[in-house]
């Protein structure tokens, strides 16, 4: 019978990979509250319309039904997050949080699903670490979550980071702007793959972010949505830039750099590092000041970003960045079978209670010390604690350090200030 294997695009994270999740949401959580962002967790199922209306049904994840939708007996139809932006805006209208003081700093971390064609750092089902700031125009709101990705990357320890930044415009500018870039692409459509055709019929901006071959030369001849821009679009952009300069933050205007999601207005910006392949781009994000009106809520203007933690971590191995070891438990109680065994499952569960981290070493039969002691070597303890009958009838436990130090004798009384004295916890 063949065994049964994962599904399509779907992981399994290891323990060694677990120190790297670990440690990154670890960082990520510390930044955040550094920041003043409160956490926040929307359900993994919302109602369709939320990403129709939110996302647009122009965007790459309808055009390319990337999304897991199921319809319900009674004629609703619900889906499984594609993203994290839209639900935490709901839970912002619906929650009446714009009764809050503003803006409202939340974040949220979990999964989301797209049916997408799995590559390296990306699964159908992938984690991540999502930034929103609710109820807030200025620009220094855009610097803010910025710089909380970029100071994110940087002390995980990547090497050679740089923002990649462009604005959008807004309703008033940005329609202009794809008329504009709608009639040059069409002049020069017989150029355009046919993947790119599509997308110009479909969503024109999209097609500055083509891959085809050929197009770097026909795109940097294209309008540029910066030379387009309203007077507030380019004033809130100036003004974000200057900020930029002023902490003296590395950034390049990229003209090609746009989102698959409709609701971006003005602000865009990426995290580019140095080294991790073709990928360049560790996360993504945004501003989106339109998207509450389109779910159905009051005007109200947001930015954030989102960073998966499956590229962050596929980043550090690249960068060859070691994520720090899991705390292990360092002595392992040996024993030698019947009395010493329940004396031994005794003395590990009253070391784990007084919070020293214990592990038994498990045997049905009597088993050799030589192969206790391999066992403890393999785990890296300090000390195997030994328990045989004389132990036990005296009450107390012999200790054997691991460095080739002396073996001791010390009564199981006083064992736990013992080993908290020697940094054991």
């Known amino acids: 019978m063949t065994a049964i294997q994962r599904a399509k695009g779907m992981q399994d994270i290891l323990p060694?990979?677990?120190?790297?999740?670990?440690?990154?949401?670890?960082?990520?959580?510390?930044?955040?509250?550094?920041?003043?962002?409160?956490?926040?967790?929307?359900?993994?199922?919302?109602?369709?319309?939320?990403?129709?209306?939110?996302?647009?049904?122009?965007?790459?994840?309808?055009?390319?039904?990337?999304?897991?939708?199921?319809?319900?007996?009674?004629?609703?139809?619900?889906?499984?997050?594609?993203?994290?932006?839209?639900?935490?805006?709901?839970?912002?209208?619906?929650?009446?949080?714009?009764?809050?003081?503003?803006?409202?700093?939340?974040?949220?971390?979990?999964?989301?699903?797209?049916?997408?064609?799995?590559?390296?750092?990306?699964?159908?089902?992938?984690?991540?670490?999502?930034?929103?700031?609710?109820?807030?125009?200025?620009?220094?709101?855009?610097?803010?979550?910025?710089?909380?990705?970029?100071?994110?990357?940087r002390q995980l320890g990547y090497k050679g980071l740089t923002f990649q930044l462009n604005s959008t415009g807004c309703p008033v500018c940005k329609p202009i702007y794809i008329a504009k870039l709608t009639q040059y692409l069409a002049d020069h459509q017989h150029k355009l793959a046919p993947i790119d055709q599509e997308r110009l019929a479909k969503n024109p901006l999209r097609v500055l972010d083509s891959k085809e071959p050929g197009m770097d030369d026909l795109l940097a001849a294209a309008p540029h949505i910066v030379d387009h821009l309203c007077d507030d679009c380019a004033s809130h952009f100036t003004d974000l830039r200057g900020m930029l300069d002023a902490l003296g933050q590395s950034y390049t205007i990229n003209f090609r750099l746009v989102r698959g999601i409709d609701y971006y207005t003005k602000t865009v910006f990426e995290v580019w590092a140095e080294g991790i392949g073709a990928q360049a781009a560790v996360c993504g994000g945004g501003r989106y000041d339109g998207l509450a009106e389109a779910i159905g809520g009051p005007s109200t203007p947001g930015v954030g970003f989102g960073s998966g933690i499956e590229r962050i971590v596929l980043g550090l191995k690249e960068q060859d960045i070691a994520a720090p070891a899991a705390p292990q438990p360092q002595v392992l109680i040996a024993h030698f079978g019947g009395v010493t065994k329940t004396a031994a499952v005794k003395l590990t569960y009253l070391l784990r209670h007084a919070g020293i981290g214990a592990r038994l070493a498990f045997a049905r039969e009597r088993r050799s010390m030589k192969s206790q002691m391999r066992e403890a070597n393999k785990f890296g303890a300090r000390f195997v604690l030994i328990l045989g009958e004389a132990e036990v009838e005296k009450e107390e436990v012999a200790i054997r350090p691991l460095d080739g130090g002396e073996q001791t004798q010390i009564a199981q009384a006083d064992l736990v200030t013992w080993l908290q004295n020697a940094g054991i916890s």
């Open 16 to 153: 060694d990979d677990r120190n790297y999740w670990d440690w990154v949401l670890a960082t990520a959580v510390t930044i955040a509250q550094q920041y003043g962002f409160q956490r926040i967790d929307v359900p993994i199922i919302e109602y369709t319309p939320l990403f129709a209306r939110g996302m647009g049904e122009a965007s790459d994840v309808f055009v390319q039904k990337e999304m897991y939708t199921i319809e319900e007996p009674d004629g609703d139809s619900i889906t499984m997050r594609p993203e994290f932006t839209a639900g935490v805006v709901r839970a912002y209208v619906e929650n009446g949080m714009s009764s809050w003081p503003q803006p409202v700093k939340l974040f949220t971390i979990g999964p989301i699903f797209r049916r997408e064609r799995p590559q390296a750092g990306r699964y159908r089902q992938h984690s991540q670490f999502d930034v929103e700031i609710l109820g807030e125009t200025d620009p220094a709101a855009d610097l803010e979550v910025m710089m909380l990705a970029m100071n994110l990357y």
